[in-house]
T-cell receptor, first 114, second 112 residues
Framework: SQTIHQWPATLVQPVGSPLSLECTVE??????LYWYRQAAGRGLQLLFY??????ISSEVPQNLSASRPQDRQFILSSKKLLLSDSGFYLCAWSVPPRLNTEAFFGQGTRLTVV | GNSVTQMEGPVTLSEEAFLTINCTYT??????LFWYVQYPGEGLQLLLKATKADDKGSNKGFEATYRKETTSFHLEKGSVQVSDSAVYFCALGMDSSYKLIFGSGTRLLVRP
């Protein structure tokens, strides 16, 4: 069966520090991969998605970047965190090639920038 | 563009009450529609889905019917439980896109 792992579960980082969140998927190959952010009390904002190794699409300009160094690994990064980067970050995957099937989500990372 | 609109929350109900959470969508073409649920501190889980008009998705006592004529996918449950307290997200996916578009979420609080 397919599983998705996301870590860490919680993170407190000072302003200006770097960030690296990792997500890995098991039990499937060539998945579509996604990073979403959920600000407190708000909906989900799609940040990045990837349809293959090294292929990253950015949805909104921001202080974050994403990379896909391996087929089932998706990394969210920042060189210098801002207070506004605080939120709940969710990784998800779906069966390619399209998204008319459901997406499967990780447990999320709660990031607090102080 | 494609979008999903959900009713504002929070929705507060007593146990065993009837639940409706409204969801309408705008899409060019024929989307698939989903309801996801997020329990406190967790990621999202798929609750139910429908892939074409007039389909009814159901799971754990929840139901939603894909209504093309009213572009709606309202979530219903006949008798809610305290354990149903969560945030519910309506979403759509298009065959022509890699992106799953979410509504803003509706928080449900069920009191004993």
């Amino acid at each position: 069966s397919q599983t998705i792992h996301q870590w860490p579960a919680t993170l407190v980082q000072p302003v200006g520090s770097p960030l690296s969140l990792e997500c890995t998927v098991e039990g499937t190959s060539n998945p579509n991969l996604y990073w979403y952010r959920q600000a407190a009390g708000r909906g989900l904002q799609l940040l990045f998605y990837s349809i293959g190794i090294g292929q990253i699409s950015s949805e909104v300009p921001q202080n974050l970047s994403a990379s896909r160094p391996q087929d089932r690994q998706f990394i969210l990064s920042s060189k210098k965190l801002l207070l506004s980067d605080s939120g709940f970050y969710l990784c998800a995957w779906s069966v390619p090639p399209r998204l008319n099937t459901e997406a499967f989500f990780g447990q999320g990372t709660r990031l607090t920038v102080v | 563009g494609n979008s999903v609109t959900q009713m504002e929350g929070p929705v507060t109900l007593s146990e065993e009450a009837f639940l409706t959470i409204n969801c309408t969508y705008t899409a060019t073409g024929y989307p698939s529609l989903f309801w996801y649920v997020q329990y406190p501190g967790e990621g999202l889980q798929l609750l139910l889905k429908a892939t074409k008009a007039d389909d009814k998705g159901s799971n754990k006592g929840f139901e939603a019917t894909y209504r093309k004529e009213t572009t709606s996918f309202h979530l219903e449950k006949g008798s809610v439980q305290v354990s149903d307290s969560a945030v519910y997200f309506c979403a759509l996916g298009m065959d022509s896109s890699y992106k799953l578009i979410f509504g803003s979420g509706t928080r449900l609080l069920v009191r004993p």
